[in-house]
């Protein structure tokens, strides 16, 4: 046995482990380039000082990996991915020991870190390149970079960056010879037909995993070899080099992971997971435009027609998805005429177009448009894959169009009203780029400092939603099935990981929509709403209809009976209480009753209420009218309280039911069975209460037991209804204030023991005629049965021609009587 448990235990731990090696599935990535994010010596430019200093802020945003932009020595052409010298950081940014102190701040607040691995290409300042370039033809350096005496080879090439290249070739006079390059002509493309090329990569590799990055993000990973007659992506020999790379990871590095960036359509990128042997992840280009395209078109087709066409992804991989990074919103992945439609819906304004994109932040394109800004993140957030934040758009920063190349989404984090947005407190002049500063989206509308104070802000809102997902493994591990309502303007999809599965619902549209999902294989399951936990109606054999505000959403967990236990952030609320009626009391119970209210109690509040009680034998629903057939005053009792009978009547047929009626005020201690079985709240001037079953507070057991001692009497035009009491009774009264134990409020009848002395039952069905339970005791009490409860007395009524009706029996109190 012990054996087993051990053997268990270690199954179970190597499981966790093995689960932890898969990490990347369950992270939410939050993307940022150090050279804005903050500045902590005050030079104008972003350092490891200052992004370490805002690592708490990135923990409380909640996601749990960053992604850094290149931050290596670099003349920065670029932005940093023109690298001049891999394995030190830029001196602007900080030094390497700043590198490391980052990434065991990082480590400590549980944050995994991402860098960047740019191989294709380095700057032409780099020392390999200058060596190169001086070197002879054929010479080991020469050898780094890909060179031709004319500029026709490769021809069948794209140039990527259009807008400012016009060759994949430029001329080196100190070579005499051209390189090539994908990119600017400052970034000539490294030769991996060299093998000291890729040792000389793997070595880079080594440097940042030995100091502790996580994650390596691979730039322009498709076009790493050359081959003539071909296109020059995607190539079987770059496969090759990917496979070597990751074989390495894994021997010397488990747990670490490559990220690789291609542009590509599905089918193609597909192809960087191997099979589950090249890269860990790899961004899925093509959903992104298409999120755009769907709420342009306000229709679902463009995201449901790429996933359908996306393939399925080896079991340890995963998409990276995104809805805007650091570059232009890149639109090589659609059609021409999509393009078009794109460029004219987003970027009406010329300047926001670059290359084949789009320059502009995410909330300048959904054009401040709250309810567009929290649709699209939802779909970043459950979409199959891991979502990754661009830095900024967690407050709606806005862009700068006058900026060039890409810079305008670069612009320093906001991070408060003060000078240059609390980013640095440099001269403005001197800034590595210029805050935002316009109405919108200055630094003095959008920062951090406010939106962190107010619940409301989009800041609180990514926190909130970042929160929900991280309850869930199923969105960042979960199979993706969507669900085809006819309504063409909603996006449904079930997210299943394990026994979980979530319903992700959305509205592309601008308008109201209502759709009608075929869930009726998952009949039977209660739908929670993920944000707020509200429980929706169960999903039964009939098509669900939901309505949808415009550019509405939801997340809903749909619960089988079984998880409801599980379920403890929401547990789903027990019946909700009614929307009572107010009843508004000037003297009397009794008077308020007569009043309009309470014919609404009558007709609204009683069928329903009646229906819940278990003594209510008849079907409420059924009947064709329901009213207080009166409501006499229990004499003597020191709070108002009426015996009420209330009159079933159904076709000629009547029947007649006792529910005592009193008022427990707000301001009184409660007694919790008094509010669960209220009828309405009332009022009398400024004190609130609730009008309920007078038999669920003390005041009542103590009033008929007095009554009963005074032998009262009270006519009601029904007859007189007369406390009779036994002689045994004396022996048994209680005192004042004595404790009340309630025994049953809701079996056929209801009773209780007042004092420890007396039990009260009051019937609930009133029935003309002796009641044949007080003639039994009467009887038995008489002959002196030892084990009785003897008769101490009655409420009966009596009618005009002399019939009794029972309103409830007395008896002295026996210990172990069951309860009746
Ligand atoms: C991809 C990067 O995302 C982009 O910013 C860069 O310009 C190109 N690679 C070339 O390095
Ligand atoms: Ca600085």
């Keep these: 046995m012990d054996d087993l448990l051990s053997r268990s235990a270690s199954q179970a731990a190597a499981a966790t482990a093995a689960d932890d090696l898969l990490w990347y599935k369950d992270a939410v990535i939050y993307q940022l380039h150090v050279k804005s994010y903050f500045d902590a010596n005050n030079d104008g430019i972003g350092d490891f000082a200052g992004l370490t200093a805002k690592l708490d802020y990135i923990a409380e945003l909640g996601v749990n990996t960053l992604w850094l932009l290149p931050f290596y020595p670099s003349p920065r052409l670029d932005d940093g991915y023109d690298i001049s010298e891999y394995r030190a950081v830029h001196p602007d940014y900080g030094t390497l020991a700043d590198a490391k102190r980052f990434i065991a701040a990082a480590h400590a607040r549980g944050l995994r870190v991402i860098t960047e691995l740019v191989i294709n290409h380095t700057s032409d300042q780099h020392g390999w390149f200058q060596r190169a370039r001086h070197g002879k033809p054929g010479s080991v350096y020469r050898d780094f970079y890909v060179w031709s005496d004319d500029d026709n080879r490769y021809s069948g090439t794209r140039i990527i960056f259009v807008d400012t290249e016009r060759s994949n070739w430029t001329w080196d006079p100190e070579a005499k010879a051209y390189f090539w390059h994908r990119f600017y002509s400052h970034q000539p493309d490294l030769n991996f037909d060299n093998p000291r090329v890729f040792k000389a990569v793997l070595a880079v590799m080594r440097f940042w995993l030995d100091l502790g990055v996580d ?153 401040r448009d709250r309810r567009r800004f929290e649709l699209m993140n939802s779909l970043l957030l459950s979409m199959p894959g891991t979502p990754v934040l661009y830095y900024g758009d967690e407050i709606g920063m806005g862009d700068n169009l006058h900026l060039g190349d890409r810079d305008g989404v670069r612009t320093p984090m906001q991070w408060s009203p003060d000078r240059n947005g609390g980013f640095s407190r440099a001269d403005p002049a001197a800034l590595v780029l210029p805050a935002i500063m316009d109405s919108l989206y200055g630094f003095d509308a959008i920062n951090v400092e406010s939106q962190a104070r107010d619940p409301h802000s989009i800041l609180s809102w990514v926190r909130r939603m970042l929160g929900v997902r991280r309850q869930h493994r199923a969105f960042g591990r979960g199979g993706l099935r969507f669900i085809y309502p006819k309504n063409r303007k909603i996006l449904a999809y079930l997210r299943d990981y394990e026994d979980e599965t979530i319903l992700c619902v959305a509205n592309v549209s601008r308008t109201p929509q209502a759709v009608e999902l075929d869930l009726s294989n998952m009949e039977g399951r209660v739908p929670i709403e993920l944000t707020a936990g509200s429980v929706f109606p169960p999903i039964g054999q009939l098509t669900y209809l939901l309505t949808l505000a415009p550019y509405g959403f939801y997340w809903f967990l749909l619960a089988s009976e079984a998880q409801w236990p599980a379920w403890e952030v929401h547990t789903p609320a027990p019946e909700p209480l009614p929307e009572y009626e107010t009843l508004v009391i000037r003297d009397s119970i009794a008077h308020a009753l007569t009043g309009a209210v309470g014919g609404r109690i009558e007709r609204d509040a009683l069928p329903v209420y009646l229906a819940k009680r278990r003594w209510f034998s008849e079907k409420g629903e059924s009947a064709d009218t329901i009213s207080f057939a009166c409501a006499p005053a229990l004499p003597g009792a020191d709070r108002e309280t009426l015996l009420a009978e209330v009159e079933v009547r159904h076709r000629a047929a009547a029947s007649h039911w006792f529910i005592p009626l009193t008022i427990t005020w707000e301001d009184e201690p409660t007694f919790a069975m008094a509010s669960q079985l209220a009828l309405a709240r009332a009022r009398k001037a400024r004190r609130v209460g609730l009008l309920t079953d007078a038999f669920a507070t003390p005041h009542f057991a103590h ?118």
């Design 215 to 367: 994650g390596l993000r691979l730039d322009a990973v498709p076009y790493l070899v050359e081959r003539e007659g071909t296109h020059n992506e995607n190539l079987p020999e770059t496969h090759e080099i990917l496979r070597q790379m990751r074989g390495y990871l894994d021997t010397k590095y488990p747990g670490r992971v490559l990220l690789a960036e291609a542009n590509q359509w599905p089918e193609d990128t597909k192809d960087y997971f191997g099979t589950g042997d090249e890269c860990h992840m790899a961004f899925h280009f093509p959903l992104m435009p298409r999120m755009y395209m769907a709420i342009a078109r306000e229709d679902r087709f463009p995201i449901t027609d790429i996933m359908r066409q996306t393939p399925d992804i080896p079991s340890n991989c995963q998409w990276a998805i995104f809805l805007r990074n650091h570059d232009e919103l890149t639109l090589e992945m659609v059609t021409d005429s999509e393009r078009d439609y794109l460029w004219e819906t987003y970027a009406a304004d010329r300047r926001a177009r670059l290359n084949l994109g789009i320059r502009r932040r995410l909330t300048p394109l959904l054009e």
């Design 703 to 820: 009033g008929v037991m007095r009554a009963l001692s005074e032998r009262r009497e009270l006519p009601t035009p029904q007859g007189v209804i007369r406390f009779l009491p036994e002689d045994g009774l004396a022996d048994h009264l209680p005192t004042a204030g004595a404790e009340v134990k309630w025994l049953s409020v809701e079996q056929s009848n209801s009773s209780l023991i007042v004092g420890d002395a007396a039990m009260l039952k009051i019937l609930r069905r009133l029935n003309e005629g002796i009641h044949p339970e007080s003639e039994m005791t009467r009887y038995l009490t008489g002959k002196s049965f030892a084990h009785t409860a003897p008769l101490l007395g009655e409420v009966v009524r009596a009618s005009e021609d002399g019939k009794p009706t029972t309103f409830a029996i007395i008896q002295g109190f026996v210990r172990n009587q069951d309860d009746a």
